[in-house]
């Protein structure tokens, strides 16, 4: 273990939610819910907002709606939730070049191994200064965690939501976990916390009491072994930059079970020409194809069949999924289908047993080329997510607040105006209504008002260290499992919905002029004094104060 708290998680506060509000002012201090809009959709993300109502992440979008039917509800924008990630991550890896991306919005950076930090009041500086830089290049708010551990730093992040720092010394660590609950370790999930409850083990105090042999008998060796060095608070795990892919998938949930076994296999096959597209996009190709169902009951079975060798082709996924499911009964119908890749490799050795039988067509290429003499087909319906980009040539830019019976209403407004912005209704086929890309959150500006790049924060002295990587950090995708959405309704929007509980947040007030940071200059013993930290001159998008909550999402977006 550390004897300084270097290890830093940052978790920015309900991302998705936080990042619709900050770039629609309409809906800035709402109710704010992001996720799939089908009858069996599931919250990705709540504002705090939400969660006053009790909507929390991983919930049955159904259920949501009826706990708060007045908040605005919204489908996700990966790419726009990516770019900010990476702007998020930079900033991470200006820190330390060991990194540990876990979502989009959350990481651990171990700060001693940059130079940033080195105990626990340059720890504490570097924390503060982190929060205030991701402010004012995103005009989000994110919560951090310090300790000597990553189990530590990621309750002492929790701890600080929202927008707030947690520091954890070495050696209280102990005292705090004791009267927790067993569900805060790392790996104890629902079966493995019930277990535990039945045997009379509901906090880390009484793992602690029960003995590492007793904890064996009731979870296993390997997981006991693990558990009891946890509630000890002994967590060695380092923080590793680049996390290995063991596997690449993709899966659909229907809104109506699908009954028709032709359907099914075409399903499937759909499913894996895109699991291909992901293989092939990183480079990859696997051995083991897998294939999930997901039943009428809510019964799941996966099947798999492993290849004589690594492949990326199409073709052999398809055939290999569709033996798959040759094996599983969908008599009573599918509500989920999955297939996926695992026994990866970057290279390729393709499989000739598998492709005997079928032609070798690559539909990744040729899935739109129309056979000689086939009819175009019917032009189709322009759809119009809720919550999407748009631009009007009379209006200019807006988001899309509802659509349905052939007419979407639109909010005109962008993320620098001050207040909510005018609607309007337009038919789905108006042709000056047009899809268009996110704004940024915060304008950025140089010497002459032109746009362009904030400078590099954190030039401090590291030790030992080479000049730090400027790349990006990869993309992280998330298995949400969200259901296609649907529209809202023509004349659904927003609700002036207000929590009503006690605020717990540190965040500055938005209402007040952008200042630069203020924090103390986080410098090395023996570092050139006269080497400062630039300022940051983009000014923070204004948000607004939020209501403390959490929720126990998994893969999902956090607050």
């Given at each position: 273990m550390r004897t300084a708290p270097t290890i830093l998680h940052l978790d920015m506060d309900a991302f998705f939610a936080s990042a619709e509000q900050a770039s629609k002012p309409s809906l800035r201090g709402k109710a704010v819910v992001v996720g799939g809009l089908g009858p069996r959709g599931v919250v990705a993300t709540a504002s705090y907002e939400a969660r006053v109502f009790g909507v929390n992440s991983a919930m049955p979008m159904a259920q949501a709606r009826r706990l708060a039917p007045n908040a605005?509800?919204?489908?996700?924008?990966?790419?726009?939730?990516?770019?900010?990630?990476e702007q998020v991550m930079a900033l991470l890896r200006a820190l330390s070049p060991l990194v540990e991306p876990l979502s989009l919005d959350e990481a651990f950076v171990d700060l001693e191994a940059g130079g940033a930090a080195w105990d626990a009041e340059s720890a504490q500086l570097t924390g503060e200064r982190l929060r205030a830089d991701i402010r004012a290049v995103t005009g989000l708010t994110g919560s951090v965690g310090l300790a000597a551990s990553k189990m530590i730093a990621k309750i002492a992040s929790e701890r600080a939501k929202p927008d707030g720092l947690v520091m954890i010394e070495p050696g209280t660590e102990r005292a705090l976990l004791g009267p927790l609950s067993v569900r805060t370790l790392p790996g104890v999930g629902p079966a493995t916390g019930d277990h535990l409850r039945r045997a009379g083990i509901t906090t880390v105090d009484e793992i602690a009491e029960a003995g590492e042999d007793e904890l064996v008998r009731l979870v296993g060796k390997a997981h006991g072994h693990g558990l009891y060095a946890m509630a000890l608070a002994h967590d060695e795990r380092p923080v590793v930059a680049e996390r290995e892919t063991k596997s690449v998938s993709v899966e659909d949930t229907y809104d109506v079970d699908i009954h028709d076994r032709t359907r099914v296999g075409l399903e499937v096959q759909r499913l894996a020409d895109r699991c291909v597209r992901r293989l092939r996009a990183a480079g990859l190709s696997g051995r083991t194809i897998v294939l999930k169902v997901r039943r009428y009951d809510f019964s799941t079975l996966t099947r798999s069949e492993t290849l004589r060798g690594p492949t990326d082709d199409p073709g052999v996924v398809r055939e290999a999924a569709a033996r798959l499911l040759d094996s599983v009964d969908t008599t009573g119908g599918v509500r989920l289908l999955g297939v996926g890749v695992s026994g990866l490799a970057d290279y390729t050795q393709e499989d000739l047993f598998a492709q005997a039988a079928g032609e070798q067509v690559d539909l990744l290429e040729d899935e739109h080329t129309e056979a000689p003499g086939e009819q175009p087909a019917a032009p189709v319906e322009r759809r119009w997510p809720a919550g999407h980009d748009v631009r009007h040539a009379g209006f200019g830019h807006g988001w899309v607040q509802g659509s349905g019976l052939g007419r979407v209403t639109v909010r005109f407004e962008t993320p620098e105006d001050p207040g909510p912005g005018r609607v309007r209704t337009f038919r789905t086929d108006d042709p000056e209504l047009e899809p268009a890309e996110p704004l940024p959150l915060v304008k950025r500006e140089v010497e002459g008002g032109a746009a362009g790049p904030l400078p590099t924060p954190y030039p401090l002295a590291a030790r030992g260290t080479g000049e730090r990587s400027a790349e990006l950090p990869p993309s992280v995708e998330l298995g949400l499992g969200i259901a296609e959405a649907e529209p809202l309704s023509a004349d659904a929007g927003p609700a002036d919905v207000t929590p009503d509980g006690p605020t717990r947040s540190t965040a500055p007030d938005p209402h007040a002029p952008p200042a630069a940071s203020t924090a103390p200059e986080t410098r090395r013993p023996g570092a050139d004094p006269s080497a400062?930290?630039?300022?940051?001159?983009?000014?923070?998008?204004?948000?607004?104060?939020?209501?403390?909550?959490?929720?126990g999402g998994g893969a999902t977006s956090r607050p």
């Open positions: 605005a509800y919204l489908v996700p924008r990966f790419g726009f939730y990516r770019s900010i990630s400062g930290l630039p300022q940051l001159s983009s000014e923070p998008a204004s948000l607004p104060k939020s209501w403390s909550g959490r929720d």
